[in-house]
C-alpha cells in the first residue's frame, strides 16, 4: 500500500479510535428509543448521529441506526455487547455494534473495464474511502499494472462458465486468506454461483449499467439505445441469488439524447457507474444500510 | 377561451406570422443541406435556426428541421410546398412544411388525476403552449368545473372495457368536430385500440408515470416501491399499437428513498409527470419532432 | 374553502389526532438522546421518526427533531410540556413541542406573478400541503379572480416604497385577524420594512429567483442571461432583516443554454421557483427546519 | 505517452482523416447557410453535422458550425481556405476551418490538488479526450509521479506572488517549445497576469470551484457553508483578464445539506469539478464554442 494512503487510514483509526456504531430492526413498539440510548449513555456513550425509520407504528417493523464516541471503547467491545444483550432480546431485535476503527477489508473484483475499479482507488488514494483495500481479483490481466502500482496484491483466476466452480473455489480461498468483509464487483462480466452468493449475504456490492428493473442482464446500453431512451442510469445493489434483483442501494441517471448511439451511452454511463458504485461502497463502510425485504434502509 | 390567453395567442400569431419550420427525413448523401437552403433563399426566406441529424454520413439517414423568416409566408405557402417537390424527389425526402402561425388543435384527455392537465391549462394561461386547446374530453366529471373555468368545451365520455367501440366512436366524432390536430393524453387511463391509433400516428402524446421501460403497464408507483428504487420516473411517448411501447419524446426522474411508500412517490410523480408532459407538448407544438426506428429525434 | 379541500384537512387532522413533534436545540453533551426519548417514553408515546444532528460532540451544537404518536395527546399538551421543563432546563434548551393536528395558519403574499401561487394552492388542493390557508394579500389585482374561487378571502392592499408603513400596518393587523402563523412572499415584489420582519421571526418564507448568493437582489434572470450562466436557480430563504441574506431552506437549478435569452431564462424559472418554494413551505409545516448561525437543519 | 493512448489518437486520426470543422460568426442575414452549404458542397464536402444560432434575424448575429467529410481533405486545406475568403468577405464573417485529424495539443497546469488532471488523464486513457496532451506544468512536485507514469513530459515551475513574471516567462517558453494549442487550468492555484492571459486568448480553460457568479475569488467552499446553501457547483471558464469572469463554458453542482461542513463540501465538488472541467475541455477540442459579448455559444 502507498504509504500516504496508509497515512490517511491511520489518521481516520486515530481520529475515530472511540467511534462505534449500532443498527437494530426490529418490531416496532413504544420505548426502544429509551431504552438504547439509555443503555449507551450508561456505558459512556455519546451518541453524534442517530436516524431511525419506522414502516408503520402499530405492527410495523422500526430501524435505527446510532453512531456515538465512547471513551477507552475498543477494550469495552465485548462487554458492551454482552450487556447489551438483554434489551436486544426483550425487544427481539437483529442488531450489531460496528466499529469505525476497525477498517473493513475489501476485495475488488474486476474484469476489463477499469474505470469503476480506478474510480475506487482513486477516493482511496484521496481519503475518501475508509477501508483496506485487500485485493483485487480478475478474469483478466488488464488491471494488474494499476493494482500492484497501489501497492495491492492482484490474482488472475481466469474465469468461464465451463470452470466457474474452480474459479469460485479459488476465490473463496483468496476471501478467506485475506479476511475479506465486502466484495465490490467493478464490472466484474462473470455470473456468481448461489453457493458463492450465499457465503456472503449482503457483503458483495455490484453495479450495474442500468436503471434497474429497466434492462435487467446484458448488453444494456445496446437495448437502451435501441429503445430510444432520453436517460440512461447505473444502479448499485446487493447480490443476491436473482440476477440483478438484489437490493438496490443507490442509482443515477445521465441525460442522453438522439446523437448518442451505443457506443456514446457506454462512454457517458462510465461516469454514472463509478459515482453510484463510490457512493454505495462508501454507504456501505460506513455502515449506513439496513436490508428489510429485498429493499435498503439508507441511513445517509 | 379566456380573453387574456386569446391575447397570448393572438400576439404569438402576429409575431411569428412570417415564421414557417421545414423538417425532412431522407437517406444522407451530399448536397442536401446545400439544395434546400438555397432553395429557402431563393423563395425569400431567412433561416433563423436549423438543426442537422445524421446517422450515418455513408449510407445512413439524414434529418434536418429548418426554421425561418419569409415576408409574406402565408400567401407562399401551396406555391412554395410545389416547388419544393422537385428536389424533395430528388433526394427521396419525407418532408414537410409547418407554419407557426397555424396554431395546432389540441383535444386533451383526462381521467380522474388532474394534475397533468392543469399544468398544461397553465402554461396555456401563462403564454407557454403555442396551440388552440379546443376540447377536452373525459370519462369522469371531475375535471369539467375547472375545464370550463377555461372556456374549453367539455365532453363527458364513459369509457370502459366493454363500451370501448362506442366511445372511441364518440371520440373520433369529436375529433373530427373540432378539427383536432393533436391529443394529449394527461393521464388519460384507459386504453385506445389499434383503430384509434392508427387513425391518428404520431399525434398521440402520452404520460407513463414510469421511466420506461421499467414498470411497463399497471401500478408503476406500486411496483416501483416494492423493487425499492432509489429513483422514480416519468416517459412521454408518442402512443402506438405496442402498449407503452411507443417512442419516448422525453423522461425525467425524481430521488427517492427508503421513508417514501407507494403513496408517497405517486406524490412525487405528480411533478414530474406534469413537467415531463408540459415538455413533450411543447415539442411537438414547436415541430421538433422527428420518429426514425421507434426513436425519436428532438430538435431542441 | 372548497368542501373537498377541507375534507383534506379534516382527514389529516384526524389521522394525525395523536400526533406530536418535538424540536430542541442545545449545547451537545452526553446524555440528551436517552432523557428526552426516556421522558417521551414515561409520557406514553411512541417515537415514529427521529433525526439528530451535532456540530461537533465536544464543545458544539446539539438539534434533534421528535415525531410522536402519543394516546389522548389533545388533553395532555400543557401538562406534557409543563412535565418537559425540567429537563429542558437541565440541558438549557430550545425547545418547542408541535402538534400535526393544530394546522398552521398562512397568509400569502403576490403580486403579479401567480405561478407559485397558484402553485402552493394547487398543491393545496391536492392534499399535500396541510396548512389552513387563511388570506391572501397582493399590491395588485391580479390574483383576486383564482383566489376567491378557491374561498380564500383576498385583500388589495396598495404598496409601494413610499406607502410602505401603511400599508405594512394593515398587513400586520390583516394577520393578527387571521391569527397567522406563517406568510408565504409568492414573487411578492416589496420589500419589508425591518419592524415588519421582526415582528414574525423565522415566520416569512420567501422564494428568490435566483441560485443564492448569486445574483442577489432586482433582475436576477437578466443578470444571469448577461453572465452567460449555464444553469439558473431559485432560493427559498426565511426573510431576515438582510436583503436576500436569510437562512436558506432550499434551492434547485435548471439547465439552460445560448438559445435561452432572459425572457426564456423566466419562463424556464418558474417551474423551479415554484417547486423550491412549495418544498420550503411542505418542509416548514411539518416543523422540520431549525436555524443556527443563519443556516438552517433540514430534517427531510 | 503509452502505448496504447497513442493507439487511441492514431484510430481517431485515422477514422476522422477527411473530416473538418468550420465555424463562422457574422452579422446576420438572408443567404449565409445557402452560400456556404453551396461552397462546402461544390468542395466535395458532404456536411455530417450543423448547428446555428441566430441571436436576431434582424440586425442579430449568426453563428454556425459545420462537421464535414470531404475526401482528401489534408491536401485541400489551404486551397479550401483561399477559395472560401470571397464568401468570408461578402459576409464579414469571423471564420476559421480546424481539422479534427490535427489533435489540439495541450498543456496542463495544475498545484497539489490531482482530482481535475487525474480525471483528463483517464479520459484521455481511455480514448475519451482526443488531444496530444504534450506537457503538465505545476508549482508543486505532487503531480510529477503521475504524470510521468504517463509518459508525459513534467515541468516543475516555481511560482508565487513575487516571482511570477518569471514564472511565466518559464510557461510561455515552455508553451512555444511544445507548440500548445490550449491550456487547461485543473485546480493551478497562481493568478495569471494580464500578458499571460492576453497572448493566450480563448484558450486558456479554467475549473473554478464554485457556482459562478457565486463566490468569486478564494475559498469558495467555506464561503458556501458559511452562507449554508444547499447546493455546491462548478463552473469552467475560458479565462480573460478579470478574476472568474470570463466566457462560461459548463457548470453543474451537487446536492448538499446541514451536516456537510466545509471539508466535507470539498470532497463532494471534487466530483462536480472533475466532470465540469472534463467536459468542457472535450467541447473545445472539438470545436464546438463560440465566444460572443463574454458568453459561450456551444454547439453540442
Redesign the interface.
Known amino acids: 500500500m502507498k504509504s500516504h494512503i496508509q497515512q490517511h487510514l491511520m489518521s481516520y483509526k486515530e481520529k475515530y479510535k472511540n467511534r462505534g456504531r449500532l443498527l437494530i430492526s426490529c418490531p416496532?413498539?413504544?420505548?426502544?428509543?429509551?431504552a438504547v440510548?439509555?443503555f449507551?449513555?450508561n456505558q459512556?456513550?455519546?451518541?453524534?448521529?442517530?436516524?431511525?425509520?419506522?414502516t408503520n407504528?402499530e405492527g410495523g417493523m422500526f430501524f435505527i441506526r446510532f453512531e456515538f464516541?465512547c471513551e477507552g471503547l475498543v477494550e469495552k467491545e465485548s462487554q458492551m455487547e454482552e450487556a447489551f444483550k438483554p434489551i436486544a432480546d426483550s425487544f427481539s431485535m437483529d442488531w450489531k455494534f460496528m466499529y469505525a476503527y476497525h477498517l473493513k477489508k475489501t476485495a475488488i473484483f474486476v474484469s476489463k473495464e477499469l474505470?469503476c475499479l480506478?474510480e475506487l482507488l482513486?477516493a482511496w488514494e484521496?481519503g475518501?474511502l475508509m477501508s483496506e483495500i485487500a485485493v483485487v481479483v480478475s478474469n483478466h490481466e488488464d488491471a494488474r499494472e494499476v493494482v500492484e502500482?497501489f501497492g495491492i496484491p492482484f490474482h488472475y483466476i481466469p474465469a468461464t462458465k465451463e470452470i466457474r466452480q474452480q474459479a469460485e473455489a479459488k476465490q473463496l480461498q483468496l476471501l478467506k486468506d485475506y479476511d475479506i468483509d465486502v466484495i465490490i464487483l467493478a464490472r466484474y462480466m462473470q455470473i456468481l454461483t448461489p453457493a458463492f452468493v450465499s457465503a456472503n449475504p449482503y457483503r458483495i456490492i455490484n453495479i450495474h449499467h442500468s436503471?434497474?428493473?429497466?434492462?435487467i442482464g446484458a448488453k444494456p446500453y445496446e437495448r437502451a439505445y435501441k429503445?430510444?431512451?432520453?436517460?440512461i442510469?447505473a444502479t448499485s445493489h446487493y447480490v443476491t441469488d436473482d440476477l440483478d434483483e438484489g437490493?438496490?442501494?443507490?442509482?443515477?441517471?445521465e441525460r442522453v439524447?438522439?446523437?448518442d448511439d451505443a457506443e456514446e451511452l457506454k462512454?457517458k454511463g462510465?461516469?454514472i457507474e463509478r459515482?453510484v458504485l463510490a457512493r454505495a461502497v462508501k454507504w456501505h463502510l460506513e455502515d449506513r444500510i439496513l436490508v428489510h425485504e429485498?429493499?435498503?434502509?439508507?441511513f445517509n
Chains 1, 2, 3, 4 share one sequence.
Open positions: 416496532d413498539q413504544p420505548g426502544i428509543v429509551s440510548s439509555t449507551l449513555h459512556g456513550a455519546n451518541i453524534v448521529e442517530s436516524s431511525q425509520h419506522s407504528p464516541e474505470h480506478l482513486w484521496s475518501d502500482s436503471f434497474l428493473p429497466a434492462f429503445r430510444g431512451v432520453k436517460l442510469g437490493p438496490i442501494i443507490e442509482q443515477d441517471i439524447n438522439h446523437r462512454k462510465r461516469l459515482t429485498n429493499r435498503t434502509i439508507v
